[in-house]
């Protein structure tokens, strides 16, 4: 359907006469500035629902509709009312939802754009948690595990997905991850390109837990990417990238676990990985670097990042042996201290590399 406003033309879905004008008068409330009471929308919203209660389709055609009046929001630099249009959108679907007890509108499109929305204004948290909830939806709709959807392709990091309004953002993860790849193949010698990465792991990763923590906290690490570099001199710095590197290392502990299921230590993981690789790094090697993590954390990550971390026995350490040590140390340290350290917030960027290193080394050797 199409209308006339302000001499601008717009097309929304037609669904029925009452809600098309409730939509024509919303419309001309925005854009119009003329008044309107949103208690006789969301009336009428539920007069709606009531006829197609179970139609997916025409729920998604019903959110949809609010989209002109959210980009123009949007567009207009005005993204916490852009995000109050989806939060407003989805008051009448709740209200009808309360109302019958174990049945449901379809809130997959509004989830999407709403936590899309919250992304675009940094809150990394709330648009995760508001694309899984779209997600919930689409699972609960199609009655399918893994449906081919948006909301699907946005929380796996499915950047080749084209038909979804969010792909920048993935495509900027990407970039970032591909930004990851150079400095460990020309460190360890190594072919592993973002392709190869995404048909190995991504497409087919250990567990959707796994795929889902890697792509959130990859987020997380672009979005701290961005921060003024003056705001990530200090030990609090140093803490939170601890936490993110943190959950970067369970996502390999996860993967390593697979390909290594008789084992439950990320210590027997990492000399795991290391043998799979024709490193030199042993389980007894691991426990002496673990005493000098323990004596000095501090001075024993800087060595490991120099290169100048030595064993009283075995051969000399490789870089992939190196960035092992790195992933070991922060899995432990991070999971038994708070504190921060300095040498991780100064070298945060070597620091992250070789947590990624280990993870491409993962990819590369096991999968």
Same mark, same amino acid.
């Given at each position: 359907?199409?209308?006339?406003?302000?001499?601008?033309?717009?097309?929304?879905?037609?669904?029925?006469?009452?809600?098309?004008?409730?939509?024509?008068?919303?419309?001309?409330?925005?854009?119009?500035?003329?008044?309107?009471?949103?208690?006789?929308?969301?009336?009428?919203?539920?007069?709606?629902?009531?006829?197609?209660?179970?139609?997916?389709?025409?729920?998604?055609?019903?959110?949809?509709?609010?989209?002109?009046?959210?980009?123009?929001?949007?567009?207009?630099?005005?993204?916490?009312?852009?995000?109050?249009?989806?939060?407003?959108?989805?008051?009448?679907?709740?209200?009808?939802?309360?109302?019958?007890?174990?049945?449901?509108?379809?809130?997959?499109?509004?989830?999407?754009?709403?936590?899309?929305?919250?992304?675009?204004?940094?809150?990394?948290?709330?648009?995760?948690?508001?694309?899984?909830?779209?997600?919930?939806?689409?699972?609960?709709?199609?009655?399918?595990?893994?449906?081919?959807?948006?909301?699907?392709?946005?929380?796996?990091?499915?950047?080749?997905?084209?038909?979804?309004?969010?792909?920048?953002?993935?495509?900027?993860?990407?970039?970032?991850?591909?930004?990851?790849?150079?400095? @460990?193949?020309?460190?360890?010698?190594?072919?592993?390109?973002?392709?190869?990465?995404?048909?190995?792991?991504?497409?087919?990763?250990?567990?959707?837990?796994?795929?889902?923590?890697?792509? @959130?906290?990859? &987020?997380?690490?672009?979005?701290?990417?961005?921060?003024?570099?003056?705001?990530?001199?200090?030990?609090? &710095?140093?803490?939170?990238?601890?936490?993110?590197?943190?959950?970067?290392?369970?996502?390999?502990?996860?993967?390593?676990?697979?390909?290594?299921?008789?084992?439950?230590?990320?210590?027997?993981?990492?000399?795991?990985?290391?043998?799979?690789?024709?490193?030199?790094?042993?389980?007894?090697?691991?426990?002496?670097?673990?005493?000098?993590?323990?004596?000095?954390?501090?001075?024993?990550?800087?060595?490991?990042?120099?290169?100048?971390?030595?064993?009283?026995?075995?051969?000399?350490?490789?870089?992939?042996?190196?960035?092992?040590?790195?992933?070991?140390?922060?899995?432990?340290?991070?999971?038994?201290?708070?504190?921060?350290?300095?040498?991780?917030?100064?070298?945060?960027?070597?620091?992250?590399?070789?947590?990624?290193?280990?993870?491409?080394?993962?990819?590369?050797?096991? @999968?």
């Amino acid at each position: 359907m199409k209308f006339i406003m302000s001499g601008h033309q717009f097309e929304i879905s037609t669904l029925s006469p009452d809600i098309d004008q409730a939509f024509i008068d919303l419309h001309e409330a925005f854009f119009g500035q003329h008044p309107y009471n949103w208690e006789t929308f969301s009336r009428l919203s539920l007069e709606f629902f009531d006829r197609v209660p179970d139609d997916s389709a025409a729920h998604n055609k019903y959110f949809e509709n609010f989209t002109i009046i959210w980009r123009n929001q949007l567009e207009a630099g005005r993204a916490s009312q852009a995000e109050s249009i989806w939060e407003m959108a989805t008051q009448p679907a709740l209200q009808w939802e309360l109302l019958h007890p174990g049945r449901f509108i379809h809130k997959g499109t509004p989830f999407y754009f709403w936590g899309m929305t919250a992304i675009s204004r940094g809150d990394i948290d709330r648009g995760y948690l508001l694309m899984h909830q779209a997600l919930a939806e689409d699972i609960r709709t199609t009655k399918q595990a893994v449906p081919n959807t948006p909301s699907l392709a946005f929380v796996s990091l499915n950047y080749s997905k084209v038909d979804q309004t969010s792909r920048n953002w993935l495509v900027l993860q990407a970039q970032f991850l591909d930004s990851l790849l150079p400095p @460990y193949r020309a460190a360890h010698g190594k072919s592993l390109t973002l392709d190869d990465l995404a048909k190995r792991f991504l497409t087919t990763p250990p567990s959707t837990e796994a795929l889902f923590l890697f792509a @959130y906290t990859l &987020a997380r690490i672009l979005r701290l990417a961005d921060s003024p570099s003056f705001s990530l001199a200090s030990d609090f &710095a140093g803490q939170l990238e601890l936490n993110l590197l943190f959950d970067a290392v369970l996502v390999l502990d996860a993967a390593l676990l697979y390909k290594n299921p008789a084992c439950h230590q990320f210590i027997d993981h990492a000399a795991f990985l290391s043998t799979a690789a024709n490193a030199s790094l042993t389980k007894d090697g691991l426990k002496e670097v673990n005493g000098m993590f323990n004596a000095d954390f501090d001075t024993t990550l800087a060595s490991a990042l120099d290169g100048t971390l030595t064993l009283s026995k075995g051969p000399v350490l490789s870089p992939l042996d190196l960035a092992i040590v790195v992933s070991y140390g922060l899995r432990n340290r991070a999971a038994h201290n708070i504190s921060s350290s300095p040498t991780l917030w100064k070298q945060f960027n070597a620091v992250r590399q070789s947590v990624f290193d280990s993870l491409f080394l993962c990819v590369e050797t096991l @999968y």
